[in-house]
């Protein structure tokens, strides 16, 4: 019995603890707008580490936002799951922190265009 009750308090504990790659919580952050992940990877790739946003976590997981993602004249954008990237916006791969599921989130610019002279991130993006 003791053995069960045991094994149920581990299963409990192992479910409140937040997700390493899942969501921020709290702390006035936009929905989609942070991602809980080591705060190495986070300082790695240009993110900055907020605190107590993931709760349960191990001490090395913390909340990481990154914005902006791209240049201003790129429309600047902010690192976010793509689920909340919607309306008049695209998604830029390989610019922010986290899992695959957590990109650079821009505004379309209508009537950007193609041509000689672009870099290597403006020549990926979508023309609206």
Do not use: Q
Request: hydrophobic share 30%.
């Amino acid at each position: 019995m003791k053995l069960f009750a045991f094994t149920v308090l581990l299963a409990s504990l192992a479910l409140t603890r937040a997700a390493v790659n899942g969501p921020c919580t709290g702390g006035g952050l936009a929905a989609g707008t942070g991602v809980c992940i080591s705060t190495s990877s986070c300082t790695a790739k240009g993110g900055t580490v907020h605190n107590n946003l993931c709760p349960n976590d191990p001490d090395n997981i913390k909340c990481c936002t990154k914005a902006p993602c791209t240049s201003a004249s790129l429309g600047g954008g902010i690192c976010r799951t793509t689920s909340t990237c919607t309306g008049n916006h695209y998604t830029i791969s390989d610019l922010c922190p986290g899992p695959n599921n957590f990109k650079c989130c821009a505004p379309c610019a209508p009537g950007r265009k193609r041509g000689a002279g672009l870099t290597e991130l403006e020549k990926r993006l979508p023309i609206c």
